[in-house]
């Protein structure tokens, strides 16, 4: 089964910038579209990126211009580097896989097209707080 483990998470200075990191094993890459999701409590999750392909990543407006979402393969790892990070930033962060079983379009949205619960694996988490 795929595994996904989300680090890079804690405390940061508004103003400042982190990466978040997502482990993942016993899947390829190609086959998956890679989504980036926050979850303040009491609210929904929102889907902040979509990793379709190489040439293919959305974000939410909440980030645009301030994430970037990229993948290394070679090490299995997903990144959602952030910077410009204000306390509205303050959230668990998680990642979350995707089989393409549609046309990469389907999926060509902040939330993957599916929403996280649309997902086919999750990560547990990373807590970001931002303070002020």
């Known amino acids: 089964e795929v595994q996904l483990v989300e680090s890079g998470g804690g405390l940061v200075q508004a103003g400042g910038s982190l990466r978040l990191s997502c482990a993942a094993s016993r899947f390829t890459f190609d086959d998956y579209a890679i989504g980036w999701f926050r979850r303040v409590a009491g609210k929904e999750h929102e889907g902040i990126s979509c990793?379709?392909?190489?040439?293919?990543?959305y974000y939410a407006d909440s980030v645009k211009g301030r994430a970037t979402a990229s993948s290394d393969n070679a090490k299995n790892t997903v990144y959602l580097d952030m910077k410009s990070l204000s306390p509205e930033d303050s959230a668990h962060y998680y990642c979350?896989?995707?089989?393409?079983?549609?046309?990469?379009?389907?999926?060509?949205?902040?939330?993957?097209?599916?929403?996280?619960?649309?997902?086919?694996?999750w990560g547990k988490g990373t807590l970001v707080i931002v303070s002020p």
């Open positions: 990793l379709v392909d190489s040439g293919r990543t």
């Open positions: 979350a896989v995707v089989q393409k079983r549609s046309p990469v379009t389907y999926y060509s949205d902040s939330s993957c097209g599916v929403g996280y619960y649309g997902m086919d694996h």
